[in-house]
Structure formats: C-alpha cells, structure tokens
C-alpha cells in the first residue's frame, strides 16, 4: 500500500532505533510499520504550536494530539500539554494569546515529548504542514536524545495543494490555511485556536479528505 | 464519571454541546467529560446507518444533514446542525429505521456506556430522550406547572401607599381619613417607623365599646407591632398567616420597610379575574359602554391565567366563554330596545367562536338563523338585531370581520330554508373561492337563542358533505394550500422584509392547517364535533384516525397553541397588543423544538391527507 517510499524509511528507523537515547523514542522508531489500509490503521493527528517559524531559532510551546481508529476519531485519546519555554516568547504571543508567564506553567520539553512518542507507537502521523512541526519535533529528538523521529508521515496540506494542482486551480492566497480547506469539504468554522483544536480540525479534516476509503469501516 | 485532571479540556467540542439541547443543560464538567468521550465520524452523502449494523451510539450532527426513514421509506424526520438521534431507539418504536445522510455529514457520536450513564444520571436529560419525538411533544403538550390563585405572587394584588397616620391622630380623625379613603384599616407610623394597625374592628370593640373620647389618640386603640408579610411572599403564604393569626390585614414589607398592606378583601377580589365570576358580571351589565370596560380587561386577563399555568386550551374555553356572555348581554340589551323577536331564531357563532377556540383579538364571526315562517317586516327587526349586536361586538374589541362573515351581511342572516339552499348551492360548485369562504361556515355553534334551528342545519350540511367526495376534496384542496413554516432541514421559513421580517404567523401557518385538517376528516366523516380537539377525539374513536395519529395532532395543535399564547402573552407584557406573528429567533430552544416537532406533525398529515384525497383533485 505505501509503496517504496517507506522502505526508505524502514531502512534509516532500523539504523537509528539502536542509536536512540530515550526508550520511548526506541520504541517509536522499532515499531512496525503500519501496513494495512487507511482502516485499519491507527492515525494520530498533531499540531505544534511554536514561538516562530525556524526549528533552529524558534521553539515548541504547545503540543496536542489526538487518535483516529477505525475511520473515528476518539476524543478520550487527545491529549494538550503546555512546554515550558527556554527562550521568551516574542511576537508569536500576540497570535497564539500565550504570555510569558502562562507557559512558565508548562512542563519541560523533555517530558511532555515521551508521552507523544508513546502515542504515536505504530501510527502514522498526520499534520496540517507536516514540514514545519516535523522540523520542530525531529530537532528536539535529536538534540535531546541523539535520534531524529522517523515516522510515516501524512499532511493534508500537502494532499490539498495536490488535489487543487490536479484539478488545474491556480490556488489562491491562504487556500491552503486550515480553516479555508475545511470549508471547502463543507466543515463547520470553529473558534478555538490552540494546538489541541487544531489537531482535531485536522483530523476532522483527514476523515473528509478520505470519506470515500472510510465508508466501509466508519460505522462497524 | 470521574476526570482526570491531566485530561485536556475540548474547547471547540464542549462549546459546540453546550448548544445542543439537551446537553446544555449539563454541569459544565459533565460537558467536559462528555467532550472527551465523543468519537467523530464523516460520512459522505448518500451513507445509510442502520441499527443492524451499526453500533449503539447517539448520534449527533455536528454539520451536514441527515434524513431518518421507517421501514417503509416514510420519512420520519430531518436533522441538522445540532440535532441528535439514536438509531437503535428509534427502532424500538418502529422497525427498520434507517439513518441517511443527505449531505456530507460530520457526525459526534457519543458511545452507549457514556450515553445510558448521563442519562441515568441526570432526569431532564433522560427524558429529553426517552423515546422519540412524539413523546416529547406529548410531555410538551401535558407539562403543566403548578398553578393557581394561590401560588401567584402577592405583589400583583397589594395596595401600596397605605393610609398611615401619626399615633397622635384622634379617634375621630382616623375614622373620618378611613372613610374617605373608603379602606377599613389603617397604619400607625411615626415617620417610617411602623408602630401598629388600626382597623374597623378596633375602633368598635376598642373605641365605641369602650365609650373611649372621640379625641383620643389612635395609639390608645391601635394593635401594636403587628405581623407583616414580606413583598415577594406568595397569596398562599398571606391567606396562611391571616388563618393562623385570625387577622384580615397584614402590613406587606419590602427590605424592612413598609410598602403596602394586604387585606382579606383584596384576595377575594383578586377573584374578580377568575372567569367564571366574569362571565356573572358580564350578564349584569346595563350598558354597552360597562361591558366594553370588561371587555377591555380581557389581555390582562390572558397574561394572569397564562402565567398561572392555565393551558393554552383551557383558555380558548374561557375567552369563547366571554365572547359567547357578551353577544348574549348584548342581544338581550337589543331586545329590550326593539321588543321581542316576531318568530324564533338561533344566533350563530362561526369559526373559532364557533369552535370554542377564541383568543384575545379575535374577529368576529357570526350570523343569524331565522325560523321559515318570519316575514318581510319580521326580517328587518333582525336586521335591527344584526346591526346592534355587531356594532357593541366591535366596541368590545371583536373587530368587524374582513370578509363580512357577520349577521349584518344578508347572506349570513337567513331563514333556515335559505340557509339549507346556500348549503347546496356551496356543495354543487365547488369553486375554490367558494370553498375557502364557505369553510369558516362549517364551524357553527348555537351561541343564543333556538339550538334547534342550528341542529338542524347543521345535520343538513352533514348529510351534504359526508356523502359529496368532490366537494371533501375541494376542501381538502383548500386546507393543503397553508402548510407550516418549515423548510428544509427543518429551519422556520420566516418572512422575508416588511412589518414582520424574521417572524411568521404562526395562527395561519400552524393553527389553521391543523384546525382545517380535523375539519376536513369531521365533514367527510359525519363527525357533529366542531372543536378541534374533540373533533379530533371522535375521529380516533371512528376510527378514522390511529390513537398515535390522534395524540399526536392533539399535542401538536396544543403545543402550537400553547406557543402562540404565551408569544401573545409576552407582547401584552411588553405593552404592544395581541397579534399571531412569532419570531422563532425568540423561543427558548427547547420550544423552538417543540414547536419544529408539532409543525413536523402537522406537515405528515398534511402529506397523508394529500394523498388520501389526490383521486378528487
């Protein structure tokens, strides 16, 4: 079903799961591969929310994720932490309505990441701009525990701009912001905006995108 | 249900139940905690979820549209945004539902174990979904708050202002400032402060008896310290306090200070509203202008009952009941003027007068039904009649009728052999003006006068009618043309622009479909019953309806009614007078739901009436 793109990928979690410093990034990248269909497997859907737009520069400020199995997305399994920034915030407070002294509530990048990574065992994961959070999560794996996470990716931004190029649309400005490609498969708007909301718009989003592949299994 | 507290809370999801009833009702927790069990789903339009094959959950749309089907691919309902369902109870009532989505469809299914707990947990909830929506209705229809003269708050029936005088003031100046104010109590105050009462009583037994000076002090006389009432206090609480304190005037205080008293006349005349001692005082009336200054005490009188807890229903009866004293005070006043009628009659009343269905604002409806054997002259002395009784009608606030159905129109002040030759002429040609005129017609009551006269036509219009397919769906026709206001998805269809943008009138569009409906089935049936609800009543007892049918349309038309009253009620609260246009934006959801599911009601059976009769059309 994935084709040779994840044998790739098998090949480079098989060199770095022996080389990774934490057992629950061990244990993410020894996992096996999901190999079944979109049915069968399980999804979990993340949003980062960060101080700025380089991995490098910028960091992590919130983290929310949550599960789709069987076609359904299980809202017992969303989770939202805070981390506890080592830099002050900068101009990305004013968007995200995030002070200082709020994310000094937050825990410590080093322990809110181990719960994701027990999370994502086995799934694949799906973001809403996967390049930009996964820059973000492989440069905190790496530095904190030597091994980047090497994991099967989905993005249904990128499936959108495929899908608009495939249908000879020029896409227009901000066409593929979240909330734009959610009201073209008729999705409600919805107020809240933290990385937890997010991650539900886009997995409200992810199931849209493939009712088709879902019917046999949504309602089993 | 026990939350974690490292679980997150689903803004966006809980914000989105809150809207939905019943969960907004739910503690806020509770609505975290439900959040979080919730399992999303989107199905493509065209999807069908059965309870077969799918598992138990209720299902609520979160967007999109879903269009519940029996069995038998009859349509049960339409759901939209906010709207929930549970496949597998809905099939308990009738087999084989299915579920289709009629748009792209995200659904918030909420799993059996989370469901049954909140709903063993909180009532409201529970019976929010403890069937379908026939049900519902039906508790809409039945609830019935506790309610009577007792329970109303005593605020509506204190004399504030008190006569207070000094506890200086002599025997003699009391009794005189107690006859003046035409009051049998007084209050004794030095400035704000409340020393004691002094009543009728005291100054006999404590004053003359005694053979007490006429110049001395009402603070010699005066019961001291007496008990009060605080304000918000209801009649029930004063009437317990007289009873157990053998007393019949009670200081009434608000915030420790004194504002009114209550008297044991004030709560007998707090009666004065009660209908039946209305209906006594309209018959005793001499004049038309007295009448008339009843008449126009009637919106109050709507609002005390409505909030009472009187139904909907029950006050139709009541304000029929009014209309009906004051036609008859008033053709007794005429008689006294033109003499005695030359030869019997029966004065008719039509519509919801005819119906006993009358609401404040109402027109009048009426006629005039004459024995064969009156002649030319005798004629015109019911003219006179017509004349008298329609104009004092309308300055008693029951407007003259726009189509003229009234006595003072020729062809509705006949001799009985005319009437029954209308009748037939009606029956025979069909046309659709005609039908829509004649409609009103066949609501007919004796309101004075010969009640035979009125069997007798009427069993004429029966035998006509019941055997006279074309003329049923003629009228059928007529009565399929108002339909209610909902669109699909069942969003209230509201008028566009105009005096009455974003409202709709909900007496055309919901009470009259329903009333022509049973009335429809009654004239094709031979059923004699004019008032809706035992119209309805006889019909399910014919058989011509199912006891479910039957219920149902009787909840129906009395939520509709129930709705329509209480909007009345608040535009009289607000100052404006009485009319029948609804904003729906103004309903508490949960009346809005009601009223969508009693309009759902009367739609089917619109449907099913339509095709009953689509042979005739």
Redesign the interface.
Known sequence: MYGPRYLWLALQRWWWRDRARHPALCRALAAPLPANGLADTRYVVVDLETTGLSPEQDEIASI?WVAIEH??????T???YKVRLEKDVGQSAIYHQLTDSELQQGEPLATVLPRLLEAIAGSVLVFHNAQLDMGFLNRACKSLWGAPLLMPVEDTMQLESRRLLNSHQAIPTGALRLFQCRRR????D???H?A??DA??T??LW??IN??E??QC??? | MNADPNLPEIQSVAAFLRECLPFGDLPEATQQDTARRIQITYLRKGEQIRASSAPYALRIVRSGAVELRSGDQQLLDRLGEGESFNIHGLDVGSEGVVAETIEDTLLYQLPRASYEALRAQFRDFDRHFHSQRNRRLRRAARYRPDSNLLAQPLANHVTRNPLSLPPHTSLQEAARAMTEWRVSSLLVKDGEHLLGIVTDRDLRSRALAQGLPLQNAIRDIMSPQPKRIELDASVFDAVLMMTREGIHHLPVQEQGKVVGIITSSDLMLARQNDPVYLVQHLSRQQDLQSLAAITASLPALMVQAIQGGMRAHQLSRVLTAISDAVTCRLIELAIERLGPAPVPFCWLGFGSQGRGEQLIGADQDNGLLIDNRASAADLDWFRQLATFVCDGLNACGYPYCNGKVMATTERWRQPLSEWRRTVDDWAFSPTPEAVMRVSIFFDLRSVYGDARLCDQLQRHMLARTRRDSIFQAALAANVLEQTPPLGIFRRFLVERNGEHRDEFDIKKRGVMPLVDLARVHALAHGIPAVNTRERLQQLVDARVLTIGDGRNLQDAYDTIQQIRVENQCRQVSAGHSANNYLNPDELPDLERKHLKDAFTVVHDAQEALRSHFRQGF
Request: glycine share 16%; aromatic share 6%.
């Open positions: 929310g076609g359904a997305i299980l809202l017992a969303a989770r939202h498969y008729g999705l409600p919805v107020a809240a933290d937890l909301g539900i718009a997995a409200e199931l849209a009712a088709g879902w019917s949504a309602e089993q």
